[in-house]
């Protein structure tokens, strides 16, 4: 434990290899149960590379474990039971999230507007968005044809920064002139005025 107070999941995964004498599904396992019965856990604030799609239960039984106390978040490939645990986290102030269950495409999750008097996330500082016009990677599509009118509806009042980044045309991206067609729609109806980056536009 760092004097951060700080759990890489990935990295606390490899340094119990050398415990077993098999990394098998039940070395991993035993690992995971030791780390949810584990001291140290009272002193976590910080948890990151925690892969939820590797074991999403017990990716779910460490957050609900550490709700009360995680001030920041890093996680990936997250389910619903992941997103209702971080809504629930009273110190939480930074959040990580790349990559989701295809639950979520269907039926998206919505953050509850929270009272004013409780603590938790106060603001997004800054989104980083990964989209296209024609992209698919996976099976799915990365599409989003009207970008203000998407993040307009998402109530992110409070946001003082967005980073936009694109690929070129053998990618998938949109061609330059739909990508400053989004910029310019971006600029004219979000209220933000020097909050905007763009790489590669």
């Known amino acids: 434990m760092s004097s951060m107070e700080e759990l890489d999941v990935e990295e606390h995964c490899r340094s119990q290899k050398s415990r077993y004498g098999q990394w098998d599904q039940s070395g991993k396992m035993e690992a995971k149960l030791n780390l949810l019965d584990s001291d140290r856990l009272h002193k976590v604030r910080r948890l990151l ?24 978040v890093q996680l990936w490939n997250v389910r619903r039971c992941h997103l209702m645990c971080l809504e629930n986290m009273p110190r939480l102030r930074k959040l990580q999230v790349e990559g989701w269950h295809e639950e ?8 509850k507007q929270r009272d004013a008097s409780v603590n938790g996330i106060e603001f997004l500082h800054e989104l980083e968005l990964f ?17 203000s009118k998407r993040l307009g ?27 400053e067609a989004q910029v310019k729609g971006l600029k004219s109806r979000l209220p933000w005025d020097k909050s905007l980056a763009f790489f590669g536009v």
Not at 49 to 72: G, R, T
Not at 104 to 111: E, G, S, V, W
Not at 160 to 179: I, K, N, Q, T, Y
């Open 104 to 111: 979520l495409d269907a039926d998206p999750f919505i953050f």
């Open 131 to 147: 989209v296209g016009l024609k992209l698919r990677l996976n099976g799915r599509q990365w599409i989003c044809k009207d970008l």
């Open 49 to 72: 590379s925690l892969d939820c799609n590797d074991d999403h239960i017990w990716a779910q039984q460490l957050l609900e474990q550490l709700m009360p106390q995680l001030e920041e």
């Open 153 to 179: 509806s998402c109530g992110l009042n409070n946001l003082s920064g967005l980073v936009l980044r694109r690929g070129d045309e053998r990618e998938g991206f949109h061609p330059a002139d739909r990508c």
